[in-house]
């Protein structure tokens, strides 16, 4: 089954292994979650964070919440 969430914005920690993406679901509601990729391991991405199941009313209320719930993403983004 394809996956339906569309990311609006990624941020990549230093080495690319880590991100949080913050996506709209198709009921335009926003969420956020924290991931991980190991490189040697062709399995991709996974939830680390375990925020997907968040839902805010816009992009803004769902990344405030990420930046205070992920600690290096305070620092990754500059606004």
């Avoid at 805010?56 to 919440?65: H, K, P």
Wanted: net charge negative; proline share 3%; charged share 30%.
């Amino acid at each position: 089954m394809a996956h339906k969430n569309k990311v609006i914005r990624s941020i990549n920690l230093d080495g690319e292994t880590i991100c949080v993406d913050v996506f709209r679901r198709p009921d335009n509601t926003y969420g956020f979650d924290e991931y991980r990729r190991d490189p040697e391991d062709g399995r991709g991405w996974y939830s680390i964070g375990h925020y997907g199941a968040a839902s805010f009313g816009t992009f803004d209320q769902a990344f405030a919440e990420a930046k205070a719930k992920v600690s290096w993403l305070r620092d990754a983004v500059s606004e």
